[in-house]
């Protein structure tokens, strides 16, 4: 069975960090792709970032290019997001997805 558990969220001050992490189980974490999807309040899923199976291709969407890092570690079975200079429209619950599956999100606010 496929799982996804997000964490790292949390409420910060506009121009703060956050680190997410998703732990993955239930399949071959490193042949994948993975993603970063988020949802902000009132509104659909916002793709955010991909990496393929082995970090080598990486892609963000332009809201995240040069504020975000997307990364893995596939002996550790875990995906990351680094977000720096965060903008209150960051803000939403950011979840990582593997193909149709995705885990129960965790919550990023930003505001001052």
């Known amino acids: 069975e496929v799982q996804l558990v997000e964490s790292g969220g949390g409420s910060v001050q506009p121009g703060g960090s956050l680190t997410l992490a998703c732990a993955a189980s239930?399949?071959?974490?490193?042949?994948?792709?993975m993603s970063w999807v988020r949802q902000a309040p009132g509104k659909g899923l916002e793709w955010v970032s991909s990496i393929n199976n082995g970090g080598a291709g990486i892609r963000y969407a332009d809201t995240a290019k040069g504020r975000f890092t997307i990364s893995r570690d596939n002996a550790k079975n875990t995906l990351q997001l680094q977000m720096n200079s965060l903008k209150p429209g960051d803000t939403g619950v950011y979840y990582c997805?593997?193909?149709?599956?995705w885990g129960q999100g965790t919550q990023v606010t930003v505001s001052s």
């Open positions: 239930g399949f071959t974490f490193s042949t994948y792709a």
């Open positions: 997805k593997l193909l149709g599956y």
